[in-house]
C-alpha cells in the first residue's frame, strides 16, 4: 500500500470517528446563587425596618420578630401596639401549634380580662391604589400579585382592592365566625403549605422576619385543631416588645432587601429558572409564596 492510501485510509476512518462521535456540549456557564445575589446587593437596595412596626416576642429559645403591615390593616395593627406596650401579651403563651398549618398565640381562657378588649372591624382588604411590584407570573387566587412594603400582596382592580396574601410567615389575627369578631389579643403565623383560601377572610397584619424556625419547633397541640390541652404544654412568651421602646442596647436593628430593587428582580429570576446542574427541567415560573424575602441585621 502506498504512502497516499494509507493517508487518504486514515482521513476517512477519522472522518467516521468523527461522525459518530458524540457532540461536547459547551460547559455551563457559573450561575450566581441566591447567596451571591444577597451578598452582592449595595446597600441603597436595602430598607432599614421601621423599629416602630417590628414587634419583639422573646421566647425561653430564643426571638421571634415580626414585621407589622400598617398599610393594609391599621385599626388591628394600632391595636396590637397598644396591647404590647400595656403588657398583656407578657401574660400570653403559645396556644396551639397544628402541623404544617399555623402556631397560635393569646392568653389562656382562665387568664383572659374581663371586660375583653372590643372587637375590631375586619380589614381583611385595602384600597387598590397601594404600590405593589408586580411578578409576571399567574397566580391561581388572584388577577395580580406581587409585593406591597415587603409583604406578599394581591391585587384586583374589578374592586379596586388589594391584599397581603396567606403565605409561608404571615401573621394574622384570629377571630370567630362573624367577619368582625377579632380584636388582636389572639395571632397566628402560617407555619405551612400557604393556605391562600384564607386570602380576604382574615385580617393579616404581618410577617414574622426572624426566628420562624422557634414557632416550627414547637411540639404539636394534641387537641383539636392543635390547641394544647394542659397548661404545662404551653410555652410563655417572657416578654413582648414593640422595637421602639427597648433599650438603645438591645434593640433589633434589621434591613430587609428592597422589592423593587435590581438585584431583588436577579433573585427572582434565580428562582424562577433553576440553572445550577442539579436540575433539567427549569419551571420558568415561581409562586407568590415561594419567593424569598431576604432579611439581614443593619450594618
Not at 403591615?69 to 407578657?90: N, T
Not at 382592580?157 to 362573624?178: I, P, T
Request: charged letters at 20%.
Amino acid at each position: 500500500m502506498t504512502a497516499d492510501l494509507r493517508r487518504r485510509g486514515a482521513l476517512a476512518l477519522a472522518a467516521a470517528l468523527l461522525a459518530v462521535s458524540p457532540t461536547r456540549a459547551a460547559p455551563p456557564q457559573p450561575v450566581a446563587s441566591a447567596a451571591d445575589i444577597i451578598a452582592a446587593a449595595p446597600p441603597s437596595e436595602w430598607r432599614t425596618l421601621a423599629p416602630d412596626r417590628l414587634m419583639v416576642i422573646d421566647l425561653p429559645k430564643g426571638r421571634v420578630v415580626i414585621e407589622l403591615a400598617p398599610d393594609f390593616a391599621p385599626v388591628h395593627v394600632a391595636r396590637i401596639r397598644q396591647l404590647v406596650r400595656s403588657g398583656y401579651f407578657d401574660k400570653a403563651v403559645i396556644l396551639r401549634s397544628q402541623p404544617n398549618y399555623v402556631v397560635q398565640w393569646g392568653l389562656p381562657e382562665d387568664h383572659r380580662p374581663t371586660p375583653a378588649p372590643p372587637p375590631l372591624k375586619a380589614e381583611f382588604d385595602a384600597p387598590g391604589t397601594l404600590p405593589l411590584d408586580s411578578l409576571a407570573d399567574r397566580d391561581s387566587y388572584a388577577p395580580e400579585v406581587g409585593f406591597s412594603g415587603g409583604f406578599p400582596a394581591a391585587r384586583d382592580w374589578a374592586d379596586g382592592r388589594s391584599w397581603l396574601a396567606h403565605c409561608y410567615g404571615m401573621v394574622g389575627v384570629g377571630r370567630d365566625n362573624s367577619p368582625d369578631s377579632g380584636d388582636g389579643t389572639e395571632l397566628y403565623a402560617v407555619t405551612g403549605h400557604a393556605p391562600r383560601q384564607l386570602d380576604r377572610n382574615i385580617t393579616v397584619v404581618g410577617r414574622v422576619i426572624q426566628g420562624m424556625d422557634l414557632l416550627l419547633a414547637m411540639p404539636f397541640g394534641t387537641g383539636d385543631l392543635g390547641f394544647y390541652r394542659t397548661p404545662p404544654e404551653m410555652t410563655p412568651l417572657r416578654k413582648v416588645w414593640m422595637a421602639e421602646d427597648m433599650p438603645l442596647a438591645e434593640r433589633v436593628r434589621l434591613q430587609a432587601l428592597r422589592t423593587d430593587s435590581p438585584s431583588f428582580q436577579k433573585l427572582l429570576e434565580s428562582r424562577r429558572n433553576r440553572r445550577n446542574p442539579w436540575f433539567v427541567h427549569p419551571a420558568g415560573h415561581i409562586d407568590l409564596c415561594n419567593v424569598p424575602l431576604p432579611v439581614r441585621p443593619a450594618p
